[in-house]
């Protein structure tokens, strides 16, 4: 069946310092790919996504790239702030497929 | 995109009874998902949603336990019946659009403890 793995939290950076949270999946054909962010208390809100191969999802910021090849869509943000502290979430989804949610990635950065 | 509204957005119930969870979408979507998820874990998928006809169960979720409708394409509720402890936690509706550009969103959640 599909799956998605994601790097283990937390995650803990440092404000203005680079990060990155591995995702990858297990899918067969070609599935979207989201990341969504659960900020603490709060539902889940879609972060960036990309539909196919080598597509680049951006927002607030945050980017990443669909790698079909290494099968792969790591989060990535040059300079972390405060507010970024929250669960981030992999996930796939489309077409037939049944939404699978990676683990959840906690990030806290720290002042 | 979409925005989901869920009612309650939290409960404290006692064991025995039973909590429906209402969620309405502001425009269509093509297919509705119930997800429960502990504190501090990932979403479990509880069934997909299907309009006019019964729902989907994941693997380990019953109807009798969970039974769901969903009327029309921006409305649907999720009954946790029958209550126990171990039942509580986080409820979240989600909506996928469709249209080639597929996304999923999720409501705010509802946040039950049972007692």
């Known amino acids: 069946g599909n799956s998605v793995t994601q790097m283990e939290g937390p995650v803990t950076l440092s404000e203005e310092a680079f990060l990155t949270i591995n995702c990858t999946y297990t899918a067969t054909g070609y599935p979207s790919l989201f990341w969504y962010v659960q900020y603490p208390g709060e539902g889940l809100q879609l972060l960036l996504k990309a539909t196919k191969a080598d597509d680049k999802g951006s927002n607030k910021g945050f980017e990443a790239t669909y790698r079909k090849e290494t099968t792969s869509f790591h989060l990535e943000k040059g300079s972390v702030q405060v507010s970024d502290s929250a669960v981030y979430f992999c996930?796939?989804?489309?077409?037939?497929?049944?939404?699978?949610f990676g683990r959840g990635t906690s990030l806290i950065v720290h002042p | 995109s979409a925005v989901i509204s869920q009612k309650p957005s939290r409960d404290i119930c006692q064991r025995g009874t039973s909590l429906t969870i209402q969620c309405q979408v502001d425009?269509?979507?093509?297919?509705m998902f119930w997800y429960r998820q502990q504190p501090g874990q990932s979403l479990t998928l509880i069934a997909t949603a299907n309009q006019g006809s019964e729902a989907t169960y994941e693997s380990g979720f019953v109807i009798d336990k969970f039974p769901i409708s969903r009327p029309n394409l921006t409305f649907s509720t999720l009954t946790v019946s029958n209550m126990s402890p171990e039942d509580s936690s986080i409820y979240l509706c989600?909506?996928?659009?469709?249209?080639?550009?597929?996304?999923?969103?999720f409501g705010p959640g509802t946040r039950l403890l049972v007692l």
């Open positions: 989600s909506g996928r659009t469709g249209g080639g550009q597929e996304t999923q969103y």
């Open positions: 425009s269509q979507v093509t297919m």
């Open positions: 996930a796939l989804s489309g077409g037939s497929y049944i939404p699978t």
